[in-house]
């Protein structure tokens, strides 16, 4: 998507280029990935090659600028946990951009429907996202699965792997008797029973997206 411009509040430039001006510093960026992040320290107003941004940052901030994002604002110590946290799916072969994505939509940064209004935005963290693909390997998915079932459900990552994965993989097997290689089969066919966390029972409490009368 090089070349395509787009805009937020807070700037519009082209993906194609980037940029450094007084006040703000960038770094990590790359034409290929199409990932950066800017530091702002005070207000500035610069042009760029065929495009433009606007900051107003009172302090140092970081915004993370990626095809698959909104413009997510961290600070410094937020955006080395972000990037520590991609790494965790770099077996799973994603693009920079798609894991962005995939860690934006598990934990509220990027609108998902899934969670209707109740997911808060969180940074995600390493050790969140390693306790999520180990347990969900432990199930014997194998990497290619993986990568096949966080594309298919990334809000996979952003779910409790306490309250809602390992309950769930309980009711699977006591009520309905799937596990082993049934249950990794449903799971690359319907992820999304992994964060099952209301059962209406026929008398809707409109979080379909999360309720086991889909099952």
């Known amino acids: 998507m090089l070349g395509k411009s787009f805009a937020t509040p807070l700037l519009t430039f082209n993906s194609a280029s980037f940029f450094s001006s007084p006040g703000c510093d960038s770094v990590s960026t790359t034409t290929n990935t199409l990932v ?8 500035i107003t610069s042009n760029v ?11 140092k901030k970081w915004t993370l600028h990626s095809t698959a994002t ?6 410094e110590e937020e955006k080395k946990t972000w990037n520590d946290s991609r790494q965790a799916l770099s077996a799973l072969k994603f693009s920079p951009d798609e894991e962005d ?13 899934y969670w209707y209004e109740e997911r808060k935005k969180e940074v995600p963290r390493l050790e969140v996202v390693n306790e ?15 990568t096949k079932l966080v594309k ?9 792997l306490e309250d809602e994965m390992k309950t769930n993989v309980e009711i699977l097997a006591k009520q309905w008797g799937i596990e082993g290689k049934t249950l990794r089969n449903l799971l690359l066919r319907n992820p999304k029973v992994l964060g099952y966390n209301v059962d209406c ?7 379909c997206t999360r309720c086991w009368a889909r099952f």
């Open 152 to 160: 298919k459900f990334p809000e996979v990552l952003g779910c409790s």
């Open 201 to 207: 029972k026929g008398d809707c409490v409109a979080k």
């Open 132 to 146: 999520i693909l180990d347990y969900l390997r432990s199930l014997s998915l194998t990497d290619d699965d993986l």
């Open 70 to 75: 909104d413009n997510i604002v961290l600070t």
């Open 49 to 59: 090659t065929r495009g433009s941004w606007t900051s107003y940052y009172p302090s």
């Open 36 to 43: 950066g992040y800017v530091n702002c320290s005070n207000s």
């Open 101 to 113: 994505k995939i860690l934006g939509k598990a934990f509220g940064h990027i609108h998902s429907p």
